[in-house]
Nanobody
Framework: QVQLVESGGGLVQAGGSLRLSCLAS????????MGWYRQAPGKQRELVAD???????NYADSVKGRFTISRDNAKNTVFLQLNSLKPEDTAVYYC?????????WGRGTQVTVSS
């Protein structure tokens, strides 16, 4: 069992930056693939970025070059650095942990980008 708690969301102007954090507890963090997803009002939840236990990273085309995912296994934390934010980045951002057939979600943190 893994518990995930996101933090770092907020209100920011277009062009600004935020850093999201997801603290994991309850299992061996380094063995999990970790990801950030987002869901805007009226839209489906979508993958933003993920990082495998071995360190490989993957990004949605819409955030490439602007967002960076990283993890600190010693601190059981995965980060998402959001730069050059746009109003269309407004959404609830969720952290996800996956290992084999087991997957866990956090409760999310709101990111709002004003124009």
């Amino acid at each position: 069992q893994v518990q995930l708690v996101e933090s770092g969301g907020g209100l920011v102007q277009a062009g600004g930056s935020l850093r999201l954090s997801c603290l994991a507890s309850g299992s061996i963090f380094s063995t999990y693939n970790m990801g950030w997803y987002r869901q805007a009002p009226g839209k489906q939840r979508e993958l933003v970025a993920d990082t495998a236990s071995g360190g490989r990273t993957n990004y949605a085309d819409s955030v490439k070059g602007r967002f960076t995912i990283s993890r600190d296994n010693a601190k059981n934390t995965v980060f998402l650095q959001l730069n050059s934010l746009k109003p269309e980045d407004t959404a609830v951002y969720y952290c996800r942990a996956v290992r084999g057939i087991s997957g866990y979600w956090g409760r999310g943190t709101q990111v709002t980008v004003s124009s």
